[in-house]
Nanobody
Framework: QVQLVESGGGLVQAGGSLRLSCAASGRTLNRYAMGWFRQAPGKEREFVAGIVWSSVVTEYADSVKGRFTISRDAAKNTMYLQMNSLKFEDTAVYYC????????????????WGQGTQVTVSS
């Protein structure tokens, strides 16, 4: 089992920045891929970014490319999402997730989830 806890959400003006963290416990993550997803009210949960823990290979949704950066600190067992140039449409609950099959863009292919952290971007 992997336990995931997100933090770092909040209220920010459009154009601003936030950094989300996802602290993992319970297992070493060398065999895992991890992802950030988000869910806005009335919308389906969508893929934002993913990272393979061991190789640091990354993947991004088109909507966030060039603005968001996913990274991880192996010593801290923590994954990050640096979000710059935030837009109103980035408003959502952000979740981190983990699996053992590689970066996937479908939520159903992740076995472990955090509780989510709210990001609100004011226009």
């Amino acid at each position: 089992q992997v336990q995931l806890v997100e933090s770092g959400g909040g209220l920010v003006q459009a154009g601003g920045s936030l950094r989300l963290s996802c602290a993992a416990s319970g297992r070493t993550l060398n065999r895992y891929a991890m992802g950030w997803f988000r869910q806005a009210p009335g919308k389906e949960r969508e893929f934002v970014a993913g990272i393979v823990w061991s190789s640091v290979v990354t993947e991004y949704a088109d909507s966030v490319k060039g603005r968001f950066t996913i990274s991880r600190d192996a010593a801290k067992n923590t994954m990050y999402l640096q979000m710059n140039s935030l837009k109103f449409e980035d408003t959502a609950v952000y979740y981190c997730a983990a699996n053992t099959i590689g970066i996937r863009t479908t939520p159903g292919q992740y076995a472990f989830w955090g509780q989510g952290t709210q990001v609100t971007v004011s226009s």
